[in-house]
């Protein structure tokens, strides 16, 4: 049987009644596949900047210090050696390392409905009606979070609206996206997720098609 939830509009009044896709919102828990994606979309944001000299970068070095016998000292080939103080690093990270990683779209998919079930669950989704602002300004958005009693969320849109955006980006605690820029981390982190009735449409057919 359909799910049948309310949708309410910017000032937290009941509007109507929406039918959600049993498909995403009654997936089964899959913690393997969550795991993966999370661990996924936080390698893909490392950029691998970490850098250390071997010793064939270090500088210096070019002549033998002394000579190979007779000295009473261990043999040295070159100050550059990992073992001299100022020397090459042996085996330390440099830019060329690539954290990159890769999950077939079907298991990405899996993830997701994974956690919208979950969060819908748990009853911290919010189905909200489309709006628009007039004006970029914070206190609207304040406002409007506030009215749906949202301490800590993220509000889903379908597309770019720059009004909403802009107005909301210096929430800490809250955050706007978009159907194709919103992640699962994000997913995780936020107490309460909102979602715009043509997100819910356009998410829909992005985690079935």
């Not at 950029?47 to 250390?52: C, K, P, R, V």
């Not at 071997?54 to 550059?80: D, E, L, M, Y």
């Not at 304040?142 to 770019?160: D, H, Q, S, T, W």
């Amino acid at each position: 049987m359909s799910q049948t939830v309310e949708m309410v509009n910017i000032n937290n009044e009941k509007i109507d009644n929406i039918v959600l896709n049993d498909a995403i919102f009654l997936s089964p828990l899959n913690e393997v596949l969550i795991k993966q994606y999370v661990l996924l979309t936080q390698a893909n944001k490392r950029l691998g900047l970490a850098s250390t000299k071997n010793r064939k970068i270090v500088s210096g070095g070019g002549k033998k210090p002394w000579k190979q016998k007779g000295t009473g000292r261990a043999r040295a080939g070159s100050i550059r050696s990992p073992l001299w103080k100022g020397g090459g690093v042996i085996f330390g990270p440099n830019s060329e390392r690539n954290y990159n990683m890769d999950m077939p779209k079907k298991a990405r998919k899996g993830a997701l409905k994974s956690v919208f079930a979950e969060l819908y669950k748990e009853k911290k989704i919010i189905f909200i009606e489309d709006f628009e602002i007039a004006d970029i300004k914070t206190k609207l958005m304040v406002n409007i979070f506030k009215a749906l009693n949202i301490k800590k969320g993220m509000l889903i849109l379908p597309e770019n609206n720059d009004k909403i955006i802009k107005s909301a980006r210096n929430l800490y605690k809250y955050k706007v996206s978009t159907v194709d820029n919103f992640n699962i981390v994000d997913l995780l982190k936020y107490e309460n997720i909102i979602i715009s009735k043509s997100a819910l449409n356009k998410l829909e057919v992005k985690l079935l098609q």
